[in-house]
């Protein structure tokens, strides 16, 4: 019975899930189907462990997984370690936000094989980065795997490779993660770092072609020049005309607000981005209708069950912080005036700039080329003598859904922890763009609203909604003077090392009441 349990796990179930990876990456397979099968595995596993001899070793190799300092998000790791776990290996997973003496001393503990580092925002490569110069001062050289959103696979087998002096690999998903593990175990490291180099060969070739294209361009460009140049504001601003209304906030200051109905937030949820990006629910060969009616028959079931046991178990705590400020431009910064100063909002129009103390600024980069935008253009400046006005707001789910989710996942529960991590995600963006709307309505510019909400997923309406780290305002930094604005600790938000929101499930924003106001990239 013993040798029929190894050759069972051995020959069978570490063969189908190899099948079930093939099945994936071909795109035949979708992720919460390969999180079920996981499921079977571990379930199977514990089964017939019992009724083999136990000895020491019997794995497929280690890894130490960790989320680096400062970031607040798992849902990529953990993918990572379902699978590896999946597939014979051992993970010594140590969470999030963990420093790099953290994860040597678990490296040391467990002798492991290799380190796996994931992160989700651009700070977090950068802290990457610096845990590998780290291991060098160290002389380590243990093998490092790399994953995470913001880090590309060009960025990591090129500059992060030749920073390290040990082996490197990117694993741009779990199975990619496996991959690399497989080969690194069978002894076959250099046949991933051949892969590399010739990637590398081949961009480096691309690249090359590229410059020389832009370049003929540009002489082209110079040849037929007429000499007429594009006339910009001030000379180095965009063209952006004032906006034709100044709206009058219902206040100046912040607020809190606790008591919502998660049946006023559901509906704001934009199930394109929870079924298909957080679920991966994916369209595959299907065609737009039978997309359609597996959405209806098999995924928004699941949707309503999980709205039905988060309003029961009070699972997603919504609450939010927000406010209104005076503010000017002042070339490409934005400052923000006390409100303390301020006797109410309705006198706001009648003072001037002169006679209202600053209390932040932020300072955005500007487009060097299309419409020369920056984030303050869209905000009278101080040489106009009055103020305009800005809202800010913080939103969050928090934190019980994190420990529900993460409670799924110790109890291998892979499935349903992937649904309920991706759920509080998207409620936390449905309930910042219900209270943008909320926001609108109290500044009196809601009538541009468009009627449908999916409508509003796509900007149909006055003005814009923008979160420091993504383009226009690109300084994650930038939380911390929002923070300071709104103090949302009286929400249950703390900002990390790296200025990210825990609890995760939370979001912050600017707001922009100028009808030109959209998402622009610098």
């Known amino acids: 019975m013993r040798a029929y349990a190894a050759e069972i796990i051995n020959d069978h179930l570490l063969d189908g899930m190899k099948t079930v990876g093939e ?8 992720l919460p189907f390969v999180l079920q099968s996981a499921e079977v595995m571990k379930m199977a596993v514990a089964r017939l462990e019992p009724l083999m001899e136990k000895a020491e070793g019997q794995t497929r190799g280690s890894i130490v997984l960790a989320t680096v300092k400062g970031d607040v998000h798992d849902i990529g790791k953990n993918l990572v370690d379902i699978i590896l776990s999946n597939n014979g290996y051992t993970v010594h997973n140590i969470g999030i936000k963990q420093p790099l003496s953290a994860i040597l001393e678990k490296w040391k503990d467990t002798k492991a094989d290799a380190i796996g580092m994931s992160g989700l925002l651009v700070k977090s490569v950068n802290v990457m980065e610096e845990n590998l110069r780290e291991l060098n001062k160290h002389e380590l050289r243990v093998p490092i795997l790399l994953g995470g959103a913001a880090l590309t696979r060009h960025y990591a087998e090129g500059h992060l490779r030749s920073t390290y002096r040990g082996s490197l690999y990117y694993g741009k998903d779990a199975f990619d993660g496996l991959r690399i593990m497989d080969a690194l175990m069978q002894g076959r490291g250099a046949e991933i770092s051949s892969e590399i180099e010739q990637r590398l060969a081949k961009r480096t070739q691309a690249e090359a072609t590229i410059a020389e294209s832009r370049a003929r361009r540009a002489r082209r460009a110079d040849a037929l020049d007429s000499g007429e140049s594009v006339a910009v504001a001030d000379g180095d601003g965009s063209s952006l005309e004032p906006a034709p209304d100044i709206p009058t906030p219902p206040f100046l200051g912040s607020r809190v607000v606790e008591s919502l109905d998660l049946d006023e937030i559901f509906p704001f ?16 060969a299907r065609t737009d209708e039978q997309y359609a009616r597996f959405v209806e028959e098999e995924v928004e079931p699941i949707f309503e069950r999980l709205k039905a046991r988060c309003r029961e178990d009070r699972i997603l705590r919504p609450a939010v912080v927000y406010g209104y400020f005076a503010c000017n431009s002042d070339g ?12 109410d909002a309705e006198a706001l129009p009648g003072l001037t700039p002169d006679v209202l103390p600053e209390i932040a600024r932020f300072s955005f980069p500007r487009q060097q080329g299309k419409r020369r935008l920056c984030l303050s253009d869209f905000f009278l400046p101080r040489s106009a003598g009055r103020p305009d006005v800005i809202g800010f707001h913080c939103v969050t789910m928090g934190s019980r859904v994190s420990d529900v989710a993460r409670d799924l996942f110790e109890r291998n529960e892979y499935t349903e922890y992937l649904y309920m991590h991706g759920l509080g995600v998207e409620a936390a963006e449905g309930l910042a763009e219900l209270w943008h709307k909320r926001m609108r309505q109290e500044l009196g510019i809601a009538a541009d609203d468009s009627p449908k909400i999916r409508d509003l997923f796509a900007q149909r309406y006055r003005g814009s909604r923008y979160s420091f780290g993504y383009p226009a305002c690109p300084a994650l930094s930038d939380q911390e003077a929002l923070f300071r604005l709104l103090d949302p600790r009286r929400i249950g938000c703390t900002l990390t090392e790296n200025w990210q929101i825990d609890p995760e499930q939370s979001t912050s924003a600017l707001i922009a009441h100028h009808p030109q106001a959209r998402y622009f990239a610098v």
């Open 23 to 30: 099945l994936f990456g071909s795109g035949q397979m979708q």
């Open 332 to 343: 490409d910064d934005l400052i923000i005036y006390d409100p303390g100063t301020t006797p």
């Open 269 to 284: 949820i934009n199930t394109v981005a929870l079924f298909r990006g957080q679920w991966q629910f994916r369209k595959g």
